[in-house]
């Protein structure tokens, strides 16, 4: 069943950065974005309990010094991603489902509101009221119905407990919860389990 819940997220991951592809062949001369730029990180984030789980894994195969650095340099910094290392993300492959959209003309429904947004560094060249076509703007809805749904099966399956929307998990915590005597291991799946129960 584990396996058959992270295939599904891996599929959903496959469809937004599909989405997201497209997004940026569209709007390539726009975007600003590359590696280095960590604008969009400077937020302490939270994740659901499916994507703490594969960024747990992937911290598994981080060497325990990568991750000592990693806790000393944001051990008092609530302000910036923590899986920043010199403006670079570390769990890059397996990144959060919102990392994976930044930058782009995103659409957002917000209690009674409706609009798009985006990072400001892209897109200095349209006219401050540039309305974006409705075919080549993200909406997120659809994605974030599926990833809620998944993130039910998996946590209910996982801590055998009720799945609530508020249950999330900080990035902070993650980093500095994970066991580094089993860094660079092949990140025990049990680790990962024991930390929602």
Known sequence: MLNELIFEYQNLIFKVDKVCQELEKIYREHLVCRPGCSQCCEVERTVCSIEAYVVEKQ???????????????????DETCPMLLRNRCVIYPVRPIVCRTHGLPIFYREAEREFVDYCRLNFTQLPENYEFEE????????????????????????????WHPDKRRSLKNILFEIDIRQSQSSGSDQQGRNNFV
């Open 59 to 77: 911290l598994s195969s981080l060497s325990a010094r990568k991750i000592k650095r990693l806790r000393k340099l944001h051990k008092d910094d």
């Open 135 to 162: 075919k080549c703007i993200l909406d997120m809805n659809p994605f974030n119905v599926e990833l809620i749904q998944l993130d039910k099966k998996f946590f209910e399956h996982v801590s055998a407990k009720t």
